[in-house]
């Protein structure tokens, strides 16, 4: 079984900058393409963010360009997101999410395409 668990939600100011971590165990996390998500309140999940599993690609929402970086320690198991500039549009619960892929240089941006999910982290920012 493959846990996915996020940290490093809270509460900043616009123009203030978080980074969320994500921890994945089960299997070989360098086997794991993984992405971010967020949702905010009465709206559709949304993709953020994706890295493969090599780290050496990543695709970002327009919304996250030149804002957020996506970067991964394969030795920690651990991918995250940095996030800078945020704006209180930024504001949703972000999700960490993984696939399994064989493909180092895959990532992937639909939800339906990740097959385990953390619980979410709340990130809030104020105005």
């Known amino acids: 079984q493959v846990q996915v668990v996020e940290s490093g939600g809270g509460l900043v100011q616009a123009g203030g900058s978080l980074r969320l971590s994500c921890a994945a165990s089960g299997r070989t996390f360098s086997n794991y393409a993984m992405g971010w998500f967020r949702q905010a309140p009465g709206k559709e999940r949304e993709f953020v963010a994706a890295?493969?599993?090599?780290?050496?690609?990543?695709y970002y929402a327009d919304s996250a360009k030149g804002r957020f970086t996506i970067s991964r320690d394969n030795a920690k198991n651990t991918v995250y997101l940095q996030m800078n500039s945020l704006k209180p549009e930024d504001t949703a619960v972000y999700y960490c999410?993984?696939?399994?892929?064989?493909?180092?240089?895959?990532?992937?941006?639909?939800?339906?395409?990740?097959?385990?999910w953390g619980q979410g982290t709340q990130v809030t920012v104020s105005s």
């Open positions: 890295i493969s599993w090599s780290g050496g690609n990543t």
């Open positions: 999410a993984a696939v399994i892929t064989y493909y180092s240089g895959n990532y992937y941006v639909q939800s339906g395409e990740y097959d385990y």
